[in-house]
Nanobody
Framework: QAQLVESGGGLVQAGGSLRLSCAAS????????GAWFRQAPAKEREFVAA????????SYADNVKGRFAISRDNAKNTVYLQMNSLKPEDTAVYYC???????????????WGQGTQVTVSS
């Protein structure tokens, strides 16, 4: 059964960094794009970043561009999200996902992780 498991979340001060990991099992990332979404309290889930299967193509939400970097290691079946210059407004539960295309829409992704909490204090 395909599964995604996130790790690396936590509490960090504004301006700090975190690196999230998303490990896949059961072939969840095989020939699939990977993406990160986030959901803050009382807000809708929003797109953060996506990466193609080959890793050649990446895309970012405007509010994280230049601060976050998505990458993947297909040998390890893992997708990463390096988050730098974190801001309090980045506080949310971060979810990784896998889908056939690296879309910004959540409906394009078939598999989802359980989420990892990121809290940025001011």
């Amino acid at each position: 059964q395909a599964q995604l498991v996130e790790s690396g979340g936590g509490l960090v001060q504004a301006g700090g960094s975190l690196r999230l990991s998303c490990a896949a099992s059961g072939g969840a990332f095989t020939y699939r794009a990977g993406a990160w979404f986030r959901q803050a309290p009382a807000k809708e889930r929003e797109f953060v970043a996506a990466i193609s299967w080959s890793g050649d193509t990446t895309s970012y939400a405007d509010n994280v561009k230049g601060r976050f970097a998505i990458s993947r290691d297909n040998a390890k079946n893992t997708v990463y999200l390096q988050m730098n210059s974190l801001k309090p407004e980045d506080t949310a539960v971060y979810y990784c996902s896998a889908g056939l295309t690296s879309s910004t829409g959540s409906q394009a992704y078939k598999y989802w992780g359980q989420g990892t909490q990121v809290t940025v204090s001011s």
